[in-house]
């Protein structure tokens, strides 16, 4: 759909680091691959300084987790 945005923004505060914005904003503290990606200059640090903005890509969950094959237990 045209006109739709593909990616929300983040003004980071105190404490925000990557596995907590990928469990606030995709349910999973493991989905990092995304954010990392819409953001590679501040990728490389664990703990975001407070006041950077940054993209959060809008992605339907199948990007994010595959469909397990039938009779295959998650955990």
């Known amino acids: 759909m ?3 945005a593909t990616c929300l923004t ?5 404490g925000d680091r990557w596995d ?5 904003y995709y349910g999973e503290p493991l989905h990092l691959g995304p ?9 490389a640090k664990a703990t975001l300084e407070e006041g950077l903005t940054l993209l959060i890509p809008i992605i ?3 990007e994010l987790m595959p ?3 039938s009779g295959v237990e998650w955990r």
């Open 2 to 4: 045209t006109g739709q």
């Open 10 to 14: 983040h003004r980071t505060t105190a």
């Open 60 to 62: 339907q969950r199948s």
């Open 20 to 24: 907590l914005l990928a469990l606030r």
């Open 35 to 43: 954010l990392l990606r819409a953001n590679p200059r501040h990728a």
């Open 67 to 69: 469909d397990l094959p």
